[in-house]
């Protein structure tokens, strides 16, 4: 143990995540799993090495204001990259792609949970889970895939921005009934804070761009990016104080920047802090996860990934093909759908510390930990083989070829 050193403690596991990342970029994979098993080797729960133990950090409470900031600005990007305008222009190719991923997906998440006898309270929040394409390692992969500039890479951001918008308005509302607790009076105070929060967010990021210009029209780079970062963080702290989750707003407040001029420059300022804050959000997650509570529950991501795999591949594909993609293009998205990623881990830190049954608070955030290791890793071997997906498609009798 090195937190006495706090200094020695942050060159131990920068160094590590380094080193994680670059391991996993040579094998093809996200680095967000490297981050995790790096927070699980240096965590209290590290396995001893010829009887001496790997603990670097025995509590989150160290790194625990970066990864809070980490998860606000995971979510603060994911809103700064959602087009209100473009949803609205292709609203009717939007709406009715991702009402084929959602009629599929969420539910199948939902089942899962049932099935292995959660309460419907946890089951909903374990088809949140299943249910939530990562933004991050989708994106990253499109780009190195080279797919960005095709067709089908509009079709798949759509999508997720579809899952985003239910995914964040599903974990406002039941962020607020286990924050609300369970007196009926308290928990109606808590959603109707909740609902004028989010109400006023969602007015400000369709309607306030111009103020929201002006507010942040600052020469300097330093100052611009503190005045952005302290309003972010400022926002979402009201926000879950108000009894919504700092994620969500988080999520909201970049929409409302998303729709101003300084979006570019927001991209460049922040993104190395975003990238940053995130890793350490990973490491903190690994950090919590004790490797035998994941393995307890090994059959359960084993259920739900043969399960909800197999149904975002057929309803990614069915969703490119309503977007009016080819074959090829639908197969690539099927593919690209797969990986889980930092809504579900945003949850699962969520559910850590909120959680009101064992289930909440231990079961399902260790599952959430080894279903996004699980599918990170199958969804970039699928995105990289998705000509496996279109043989298959092709060989169906209904697949029209045109």
Known sequence: MVEANLVLTAGIFLTALALGGLLALRLGQSVIPAYILVGVLLGPYAPAVGGVSLTVVESTEVVGLLADLGVVLLLFFVGLELSLASLIRKRSQFLRSGAVDVAVSFPLGIVVGLAFGFSLVESLFVGLITFNSSTVIIAKSLIDLEWIADPESEAILGVIVIEDVLTAAAFAVLSAVLLGGA????????????????????????????????????????????????????????????????????????????????????????????????????????????????????????????????????????????????????????????????????????????????????????????????????????????????????????????
Not at 306 to 332: F, M
Not at 348 to 364: D, K, S, V
Not at 371 to 394: H, P
Request: glycine share 12%; hydrophobic share 55%.
């Open 183 to 402: 007196d009926v009076a308290s928990l109606g105070r808590t959603l109707g804070q909740a609902a004028v929060v989010l109400a006023a967010l969602t007015l400000l990021a369709y309607y306030g761009s111009e103020w929201v210009d002006r507010v942040f029209d600052v020469r300097s780079g330093e100052l611009f990016l503190l005045a952005v970062l302290g309003a972010t963080a400022l926002v979402s702290g009201f926000g879950l104080a108000a009894g919504v989750s700092d994620a969500i707003v988080a999520f909201l407040v970049g929409a409302a920047f998303g729709q101003t001029s300084h979006a570019a420059r927001i991209q460049d300022l922040l993104a190395p802090s975003r990238d940053l804050f995130a890793a350490v959000f990973f490491f903190v997650v690994g950090l919590g996860t004790d490797p035998r509570v994941v393995g307890s529950v090994a059959g359960l991501v084993l259920a739900a990934a043969a399960v909800t795999v197999a149904g975002q591949i057929c309803s990614g594909y069915a969703a490119g093909r309503s977007w009016g993609l080819s074959v090829e293009g639908a197969s690539k998205m099927g593919a690209a759908l797969v990986p889980r990623g930092e809504f579900s881990l945003v949850i699962a830190a969520f559910l850590l510390t909120a959680g009101t049954t064992p289930a909440l608070r231990e079961t399902i955030p260790a599952f959430t930990v080894g279903y996004v290791l699980l599918t990170s890793v199958l969804g970039t071997v699928l995105m990289r083989n998705a000509g496996l997906i279109q043989r298959v498609a092709e060989r169906l009798p209904a697949t029209d070829q045109s």
